[in-house]
C-alpha cells in the first residue's frame, strides 16, 4: 500500500518553478559579487553590458535567433503582455486558445477592450490538443494576432506550432507564442520556426525567479509598445535597469540546458513513464490527461478517482505537486484547461499534476510512488471508513505549490 513520505522532500513541481541550476548559481552569484549598472559607460558599467550580452547570446543561442531579437523582461507574465499589447491594432480581433495561462488570456482580453477588438477562444479536443477547425473560423475574422501557447503548464500537451503559423500567416496574423513550460525542455529552432513572437521565463528552466524574455523577430513585428515610461533600455522596449545578476543567471542555464537538452528530455520521458505506469498500476481508476505522446517529457497530470486532489496532497506532505484547482478570489475554481478537454468538475479537483525536470532522480520517482499510493490509501480510508481497515490515521500538514496558474 505505498509508504509514508519522508525526508528527503521529493520535489515534482517543476512546472511551478524549476531548482536554479549550479551553472546560473555560479553566474548570479559572480554577477551579485560585481559593481554595474549596464547603462553606466565606465569600465564596471560596461563589464555589466558585457554580461548582459553573453546572456543574450546564450538565450539566443538556445532559440535559433538573433541576439537583438530579444527583450530581457521580468518574466513570462511581462513577456506575454508586451507581446499582446505590442501587436494590437485599434479593430482588429485577437485569437487566443481556451488553455492559456492567465497572463495571455487576461492580457488579451484586456487589451482588446481598450483597442476595440474581439477575443476569439479556440477550445481544444479531449487530448488536450487545439480544435483546428475553430482555429480556421477564427482567422476568418482577419485576427491582428494569434496567440497559441507552445506546451501547457498544467497538462504539458504540445501544439502544432508550424501549422498555427502557417495557417495564421496565410490569413495576415502574427502569431505569438507562451513557451514558457517548453524552452529549455525540449529543441525550439526559430531559424525554421517562423513565430513573430515568443515568451520564457527562466525559472521554468533553471535560471532565478524574476527573469525572462521576449523574442520579437525582426522585420516582421511592427513596434514593441513598452508597458512602463523610463528609460532608453532594451533600445526602449522596456525601460528599467537591467536585472543583471538574474540576466546572467538565465544565460547560464540557457547554454546549459542547450548542452544536455536531448539526453536530460530522454532520461525524464523514461522516469516519468514510470512514474505513470506504476501509480496507475498500483492505484486502479487512475486516468491520465493530454495526448499521450503530444507533451512534455516531465509532465504528468493524473485524475484519481474519487479521491480529492487537496486530501491527497495534505497526505503526502513530503512531495510537492499543485492540483487542478486555484484558489482564486478565496473560491476553490476548478482548473480551465481540465474543463476546456471536457473534465467534470468532480474530475478536474481529484487531478494532480506532476512535474520532473533536470535535477529528479530514478529514487524521488521510486518513493513518489509510494508516496502517493500510501496517500490514496489514506485518503480512501478517510472517506470510506467502512471498507477499509489497513490505512494509518493521517497526520500532517501540505507543502509545495497549489495554485494551477503556477
Ligand atoms: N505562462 C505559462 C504557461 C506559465 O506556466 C507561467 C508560470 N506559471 C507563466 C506564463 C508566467 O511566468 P512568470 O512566472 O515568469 O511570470
Known amino acids: 500500500m505505498g509508504q509514508k513520505c519522508t525526508d528527503p522532500f521529493i520535489y515534482l513541481d517543476y512546472n511551478a518553478t524549476a531548482p536554479v541550476r549550479p551553472e546560473a548559481v555560479a553566474a548570479t552569484t559572480a554577477s551579485l559579487a560585481a559593481v554595474g549598472n549596464a547603462s553606466s559607460v565606465h569600465t564596471a558599467g560596461r563589464d555589466a553590458a558585457s554580461t548582459v550580452d553573453q546572456a543574450r547570446e546564450r538565450v539566443a543561442a538556445l532559440l535559433g535567433c538573433l541576439p537583438n531579437e530579444l527583450i530581457f523582461t521580468s518574466g513570462a507574465t511581462e513577456a506575454n503582455n508586451l507581446a499582446i499589447r505590442s501587436a494590437a491594432t485599434h479593430g482588429r480581433s485577437l485569437v487566443v486558445s481556451a488553455v492559456e495561462h492567465p497572463a495571455v488570456s487576461e492580457a488579451a482580453a484586456a487589451v482588446a477592450n481598450s483597442v476595440a477588438g474581439k477575443v ?11 480544435r483546428l477547425d475553430e482555429l480556421e473560423e477564427a482567422l476568418a475574422a482577419s485576427p491582428v494576432l494569434v496567440s497559441v501557447m507552445a506546451a501547457n503548464n498544467e497538462t504539458g500537451v504540445l501544439n502544432n506550432l508550424d501549422l498555427v503559423v502557417r495557417l495564421a500567416h496565410e490569413a495576415g496574423a502574427l502569431v505569438h507564442s507562451d513557451a514558457t513550460q517548453l524552452v ?18 527562466g525559472h521554468k528552466f533553471g535560471a532565478p525567479q524574476g527573469v525572462g524574455a521576449l523574442f520579437a523577430r525582426r522585420g516582421t513585428v511592427p513596434a514593441i509598445r513598452p508597458l512602463a515610461y523610463g528609460g532608453g533600455h532594451e533600445r526602449g522596449r522596456r525601460p528599467g535597469t537591467l536585472n543583471v545578476p538574474g540576466i546572467a543567471g538565465l544565460g547560464a542555464a540557457a547554454q546549459a540546458a542547450r548542452r544536455d537538452l536531448e539526453q536530460e528530455a530522454a532520461r525524464i520521458k523514461v ?7 506504476e501509480v496507475m498500476t498500483a492505484v ?5 490527461n493530454g495526448h499521450p505522446d503530444q507533451r512534455l517529457p516531465g509532465v504528468s497530470s ?19 505537486a499543485s492540483e487542478g484547482s486555484a484558489c482564486s478570489s478565496g473560491a476553490l475554481e476548478p482548473s480551465h484547461v481540465l474543463l476546456a478537454m471536457g473534465l467534470s468538475r468532480d474530475e478536474a479537483d481529484c487531478t494532480i499534476r506532476f512535474s520532473l525536470g533536470h535535477a529528479t532522480t530514478a529514487d524521488d520517482i521510486d518513493r513518489a510512488v ?4 500510501y496517500a490514496t490509501h489514506l485518503v480512501r480510508a478517510a472517506l470510506h471508513p467502512n471498507t477499509t481497515t ?10 509545495g505549490t497549489r495554485r494551477h496558474d503556477a
Open 120 to 130: 476569439y477562444t479556440i477550445g481544444v479536443h479531449r487530448d488536450g490538443t487545439l
Open 184 to 201: 529549455g525542455r525540449l529543441p525550439i529552432d526559430l531559424s525554421k520556426l517562423r513565430l513573430d513572437l515568443l515568451s520564457l521565463s
Open 271 to 277: 522516469l516519468r513513464d514510470r512514474f505513470e505506469t
Open 284 to 288: 486502479p481508476g487512475t486516468r491520465r
Open 302 to 320: 493524473l485524475t484519481f478517482d474519487g479521491l480529492p486532489a487537496d486530501a491527497l496532497l495534505a497526505a503526502m506532505p513530503g512531495l510537492a
Open 370 to 373: 509510494r508516496c502517493v499510493t
Open 390 to 399: 489497513t490505512a494509518p490515521a493521517h497526520s500532517g500538514g501540505q507543502e
